[in-house]
DNA sequence: TCAATGCTTCGATTACGATCGAAGTATGAA
DNA sequence: TTCATACTTCGATCGTAATCGAAGCATTGA
């Protein structure tokens, strides 16, 4: 009762449903408007402007003035990360907001998590990883690229150097809520999967979370990711 | 807004202060009565008795008759270590519930997390296991105990066979809201916090989460697993 | 059988927050 | 300047859920 953090607060700020799918929606990783979110929560305007404020509030998330729109996005790696790790409790209960549709094998395959890829390929990529020696487990999550991974991405054409100046983590780990396994988190999982799309392997599904890959894009993928 | 796990359902149950305040009683790992329950959230047992239908309605709790006391505790790992992946989110914002006190610094060195050790003893137990090559990480959060580790903790007097009967995973990691590392959870976990409190090196404090070595269990401790 | 304890259910009250219309502010375009 | 777009703020309404008193079950013990 008087001692360790303060869940309720965030508790509530998800626990309401209009707040809970402008989160989802952001776990899609590009920045959304007030309009576009709003027409996704099925709210109209002034409703979402004061949802947006209260997540700003609470830290979960941030936004960008440009120009006459503003963007909201998810504030930081670690939302995502403890919005996936719920989610991932809520399928545990078989807890979803629709019957099981069309979508949800697309989803399970490969799916974008708030900025880096998830679901089953997510999972492959990392185990492809950690096999070839190229990523290092330190100990717990904790997680390390080898010269040899260091190598491999520069090769792909990553800017390692680049990655290194920022503050954040280059390498972490992520729940999968559908496959119950780690991907790849931080900034290179985020230049990963921007990699993919850059090179036109693969692409974002509109106004879903779903990764499609093109058939030489998952050749290529599948190739450079052994299982 | 169509597709995926929902957060709402669990966020609201979170989100009300008077269970997020018997969750994090919850997360001592004692079971505890509705009047209990009610004590430490400051509500009368009426409102308990609510709360409580609710959050085993959602499967957050679960509860056992014994003679005219019900007993409730967390329903499972599973719930222990989502709210403690909460909890460190919450820790990151600066948001707890009072200001730190005296009792913050024992709970950062030694905790109870639901049913294992958490805090900075054990973070390094977990360290101290890997480093001794005891127990391997497989890839992401994977753990596995190898013979070595089976050997060791079969000649500190655990039940090996019997960890093994059960369908719960022996060996899990469970992210710590203090440290920002990972500890050891599953049934090894509960096991060996069973195993200092029996042998006298530690003991839980009243009312707390806290986790209290004495002089020569601190020792054994830090000799058993060194840094 | 009766009384006491522990808890749940019912019902009424209350308070808070989600919602949206209307008005206000800021940016950009004509 | 004027108009349009994008968004916020204000104010009023409304619904829901938290709360607790009172009554109802169930278990235990005498």
Redesign the interface.
């Known amino acids: ?17 209009a ?3 402008m ?3 952001l ?1 899609g990783g590009q920045a959304l408007t007030p309009t576009e979110l709003a027409g ?3 709210i109209t305007l002034q409703t979402a402007s004061s949802h947006l404020a209260k997540l700003e509030a ?2 979960l998330v941030a936004q960008r003035k440009q120009g006459r729109h503003r963007y909201y996005a998810l504030s930081e790696d ?2 995502g ?3 996936e ?9 078989g ?4 019957r099981p ?1 069309p ?2 094998p697309a ?1 399970r395959k490969a799916r974008v998590c708030y900025n880096h890829l998830a679901g089953d390929y997510g ?1 492959r990529m ?2 492809s990883l ?2 070839a020696g190229e990523i290092e ?1 330190a ?4 997680l390390a690229l080898t010269d040899a991974g260091r190598r491999r991405v520069e090769v792909l054409g990553i800017d390692y150097a680049a990655l290194q100046k920022s503050r954040r983590p280059i390498c972490r ?1 992520c ?1 999968d ?1 559908s496959e119950r ?3 790849l988190a931080g900034s290179l999982g985020e230049a990963l999967l921007a990699l993919f799309i850059d090179k036109g392997w693969a692409k974002r599904e509109k106004d ?2 779903a990764v499609r890959f093109t058939a030489t894009g998952e050749k290529a993928f599948l190739e450079l990711f052994p299982r």
Do not use: C, Q, Y
């Open positions: 009762m008087k001692e360790g953090p303060d869940i309720a607060l965030i508790g509530s700020l998800i626990g309401d449903p707040r809970a799918n989160l989802t929606a776990m996704l929560a099925g609470g830290g670690e939302v990360l403890m919005l790790s719920l989610m991932g409790f809520a399928a545990s209960r807890l979803t907001r629709h549709g979508k949800d989803l999972v990392l185990d950690i096999a487990v100990s717990g999550d904790d780990t729940l809520w396994r780690s991907h879903s979370r």
